[in-house]
Each structure stands twice: as C-alpha cells, then as structure tokens.
C-alpha cells in the first residue's frame, strides 16, 4: 500500500450513532479512528446509523441510531442485514474492517477482500471457548493484552488500543484541586468505592455518572438501580461529594482538566477504560484497581496508582500532586491518541493485505472512475 | 443425484434435542426429515444437540439441549460455532440444508457446497423486509405460502410442508366424542376461545397443554400468566372442560385419535400448525380460526371447517360426525407425512445441486476413502 491512499470500509453497531450522542465507548473510538485515517490521507466509508458525522462517506442502513427509534431485540437482524450489504461492497475495499464482534466473523470468511475484527468487549465467557475454536482462523484485534487471555487461540493478528482524539481534551492544571469519577452507576465501576476514596483522602470528588435507564424490567438495570439505591445514594449526604449527572464531551473535558486525579475503582476486568486515557490527555493521572487492561494503561509511579484496595486508593490521594502531569499527557500522545491507533491499524491492515495469495485482489479497478496515468 | 445416496448435512438448533423431549415443533420436524432421509438411503450427518437421538452420523456441538444446560442469552454464540464448523466440514456434503433461519445465512452464501435455509417462524417483522433485502441471493424454503406474504422478494426456491411421522400417529374412530385442544398456554394459541367453543357445542374438551414457564420475569412468559389467570383458569371449572397438563407423543396421539375434532382457534398468523398435521394423521378433522397458514393446511368442509368466530366454530362442531375421517388420514398421508417432506426436500436439494455452475464440486472425492470404480 506503499503511500497510496487504501480503501478502508469501517462497520460500526447500529446502536449508537458515530459519534455517540453521549455514552458510547465503541462508537466514540470508531469516531476517532475515522477522522484520522481520512486525515491521513486514506478513502474511508463508515457503515453506520444515519445520524452519524462524519468526514468519511457515510453509507447507513437504519436512519437514526437503534437506541433513538427503539427496535429493540431485532439489533441482530438488522446488524445481519448491514453486515450483508458490506459483503456486497466488499470488492470495492482494500480491507474492512468490523467493530461487529462475531456477528462479523461468517462474512469476513469468504469475502475476496480481507476482513479484520476488533473485538471491544470481555472475552471471559465460558461460551466464547468454543466459538474462537471453530473460528481460529479469522482474524482478530484485541484493544489490550489483557483482554485475549481468555482465548490466546484466537488468530490474534494485532493489539491496538483504544485512541481518543487529543484536541478535544485540553491539557490542564488540575487546578480544581478535586478528585473526579467519570462513569456509569453500576457495580462494576464502582462509583461507590470512589466516594469511600474520596472520604479518606478527605478530598472533594465530583461524579460525572448517568443515572441508570428507564427500563427496570431489565434485570441489569434493575441492578444498577439497587446499586444506587443501596451503595451510591446514601453516601452522597456528605458535603465533599458533588454530583453532576451526565456530560457531554466540553463539560467531561473540563472536569479531567481541572481534577487532580481520576479515580478507576473497577470490579471487572475491563478491557480497555477509555476514560483513563481521556484523563491522561488531559494531564491527570489516574488512581485505579488493577484489574484487567489497568497495569497496561497506568504506570506506577508515573501516570497514576495501581491499587488493591479503597484504603490503597485514598492513601495514594496524597501522592497525586507529586504526578508531572506533562508525563501524562505525553504518554497519552505517544500510546493513546488517535494517531497512535490509527497507525497501529494501518500495520494490522497492510499485514493482512500481505497474506492474500493475489495481490492483485488488493487494487480492482474503480468502476466508472477514471484512474490517473 | 439419480438414485444415488446424496449426502445431506443438517443443521438443528441446540435449545432442544432432536427429537425434542415433549414440546419443540422445529426439532421435531428435523427428526421426521432425517429418519426419512435415512430410510430412502440418503447420507445424512445430524449437526445438533449430544443428547438427541438419531439413526443419522451426529455431530454434537453441545453435550446437552441448551434449555436443559441453562445457558440462557448466549445461545447465539453456540449457535455460531456450530455452523462455523459445519461451514468447515461442508465440502464433505453435497447440500447442507440449516434450519437456524437468518443465522445461517453468511455461512452458506460463500460456501463451496450449496446450502438452503428452511424458515422456520413468522416473517412479518419490520426489520425482517431490510435483512430479505440485503440477502435476496440466498436460498429458502418456507413451509407454507402464507408464510413468504411478508418478503415475497427473498429468494423462495421452494415451499414444502413440515410433515409428520405416520406410524406414531394411528388412525382413530373418534370414539370418545370429545373436542381436544393441544398446544401452549398462550393468547395467540386461544386455548380461552377453544373453551367457548366446546360451551357453545355442548361437548366436552380435553385440553393438552403445559403451563407457562416458571420464569415469570421474562415478560413473554407473564403475558402467558396473565393469560391463564385472567382468561383461562376462570372458564376451567366447568365439567365439559379436563385440563390434563403437558403430554407426551403416545398420550397426543391418543387423546387425537379418540378426539371428534381438534379446535384450533389461534390468534396470530402461525405459518405452520403441526398439531392440526398431526390430528389429519388420527384421521382427526380441525376446526380452526382461518389464519396464516390455515387454509392450506384445512380443506374446509371435507378435513376441517374454516371459521372466523367463536359462534361459527362451536356450530361447526355439529357437522364433525359427517367428516369422512379417512379422508383426513389419506390427506396427511399424500401431504403432510414424513416422506412428503423428504420427497419435497429432495426436490429443492437437486434444484439448488444442478444451479452449480461448476457440478463437478458436487461430488469431491471423499479423502482417504476408496471410490468404486
């Protein structure tokens, strides 16, 4: 692909527009990846809902994100119908690359053009065994190293982590003098340990969380409710906690800016916590329970606190101040912005482009466009 | 094919086993299929459940039926794996035939050996008109005509009706004079209508039917509750009415013989109903609610009576003694009997053989085996 521009299809989840209005980890890292390939010089075609920006061409099977027109349960059938209608296009493509997770995998399989999946979520479930055996040779990204270590027999063809886009997170200060939590309320982030957090450090913590949804007949949400009611809310009484709902991009932007420090306490192991990195770029080191993608994101010492315990996690509190947090930022920019991921991409597609036995499949000629001599 | 043994793969759910250990319209199909393609000395290879049991080569992706293991939501995985390895073994067949409706679909459109997909529940979802859309090159069979009125643009290859084991089903006199009803508890299965009708008539009615899941959060399964208490329990103290629970395939099959007639008011468009296949075979004539695929099924006034309303099947009733019961026999028989299906398969099967543009993939040389000469 030799400084030619390569013709990439990005499939997004129908779900969530890209960019996400505002929660979506998925979408927002497709996002990022977009602008910075065409940025880079490169023929990008998003398959995603219609409400979607973006600079690349948009191709959209559903008109607005699923979670908007509420078609819930049938996401399958209509991400089966958009995964068709890639296959269809597939020649037009030097790669494609799918954020489908498995629903991809039967497409990419077959198709002339090479076909590569990043997989975004948790791999640890007993079920998922059996899937990477029979599919052992489809081609996979895992966006830390952490998360394929439940199936290290998947035909891992790269890791690139997750990018966010550094011009929309300014470096700061941590001027607040505040700790943050960025987040969903739900056990496995943890909010609740991050209030005990704040209470030890005796330091004010603001919390950046969604409620959890409407929709109680849920068992998860319903959950998450519980959590709330239980865990979260009766702490909330003291005067350090402040809780602010909802961001958007700016306001999340200058919350990270202005704290101290972010803290990550997690129960799960996540695979990537893009929020970390958001915090980095912003210069704030982040304090965490290290689990999952956590040790490969933080440095010890240098861009935050690996930690076991709430008592662990308020003690290094008092450490945060001694964070050069231009460390942090530049870490960021090294490993974790768009253009780092972008590149990591590039390497993965080129790799694959390499594997095909004619290369000749890689550049068919552009129906009715006139090449240059 | 002419005459010689074709080597068919079939693909089954894994929710149930196959045969299904009481209710399971789908599995119980695939077993009356593969026993009859067996029995005219076809090659057939079982891709289903551990625990089913069949005179078929079985290939079990699962030990045990998915709703007997409990692994509840991440049956889509499985099913994934399982065709990903059928997928893998395909060049040893000459068709692979799937009943996992639009899962199957990527996996069969690129393989080496043809596939057809029998769809096996109702088309009339919104979101199905965009997947028959995006998927219009791929082979399906439905298994009635009513039941392709919603996407007449699919690529229909065949219709063939579910047929049913003939030996399992004796003919009967009707001598118990009563009406049956099987099926679930549930507002489109109109087990209350059915009720009525018998009240109306003056008959008695045994009803066949298991009672609701126990997992009353599923809000399917307490629509079905509500059902039962609302509109079913309150109407069971009658003496006409015996409630006699779940039954297994000798009690069906005795409680249809002995039955006048069947009474089948459903509420939904069913794009096949089994039972009413099943009541023919006893020689059992069917008083139905003309829906879905009721008319094809039911030849009003010589096998059954089509009705619209409860007062039009309870009067209809009074005509059963007249409805020459071997005639119903002899209907299922030519239509509806396991080898009808398996004559109509085969069809299909070499319709799609002899679309190959290159037949000599038909038959690859089996490896390590010795051909005749």
């Known amino acids: 692909m030799d400084g030619e521009p390569v013709r990439i299809a990005q499939v997004a989840p129908l779900v969530e527009s890209v960019p996400p209005a505002k929660y979506g980890g998925t979408e927002r890292v497709i996002a990022a990846l977009v602008t910075e390939l065409v940025r880079m010089g490169h023929d990008v075609t998003l398959y995603a809902s219609g ?8 191709i959209p099977l559903v008109e607005r994100a699923l979670w908007k027109s509420g078609s819930h349960g049938n996401d399958f059938l209509l991400h089966e119908a958009e995964l068709s209608r890639v296959s269809r296009d597939a020649r037009r493509y030097d790669i494609v690359h799918s954020h489908l997770d498995v629903l991809g995998f039967a497409f990419g399989r077959s198709s002339p053009t090479p076909w590569v999946h990043t997989l975004h979520g948790r791999l640890d479930l007993p079920e998922l065994q059996e899937v990477y055996r029979q599919f052992d040779d489809v081609p996979v990204v895992s966006i830390s190293a952490s998360q394929r270590r439940p199936v290290p027999h998947a035909n891992w063809v790269g890791r690139v982590y997750n990018g966010v886009s550094m011009e929309t997170l300014p470096f700061g200060t941590g001027s607040g003098g505040y700790l943050a939590f960025v987040g969903r309320i739900s056990p496995e982030k943890g909010v609740a340990d991050a209030i005990d957090v704040a209470l030890g450090a005796e ?29 979260v809310k009766p ?57 999952g993608s956590v040790p490969e994101i933080i440095h010890h010492g240098r861009t935050g606190f690996l930690c076991s315990t709430v ?43 390499a594997r095909l036995p004619t290369p000749l499949t890689l550049r068919p000629r552009r129906e009715q466009v006139q090449l240059p001599a």
């Not at 991009?249 to 306490?265: R, S």
Request: glycine share 4%; with cysteine.
């Open 203 to 231: 330091m004010p913590l603001k919390i950046a969380a969604r409620l959890p949804l409407e929709r109680k007949d849920d068992p998860w949400v319903a959950q998450d409710w519980a959590y709330y009611r239980d865990e």
């Open 311 to 353: 008592d662990e996690m308020a003690a290094s509190c008092r450490s945060l101040p001694y964070v050069d947090r231009r460390v942090c930022r530049q870490d960021a920019e090294e490993r974790f912005s768009a253009h780092a991921m972008a590149l990591g991409y590039i390497e993965v597609y080129e790799k694959l482009a």
């Open 51 to 58: 409400d979607s920006r973006t600079e690349a061409r948009l």
């Open 235 to 291: 702490r909330l009484k003291s005067s350090l906690i402040e809780f602010i709902g909802e961001v958007g991009d700016d306001e999340k932007a200058a919350l990270l800016k202005d704290a101290l420090g972010l803290v990550f306490p997690i129960n799960w192991p996540e695979p990537f916590g893009l929020v970390m990195v958001e915090a980095l770029a912003c210069g704030t080191p982040v304090i965490a329970r290290n689990m």
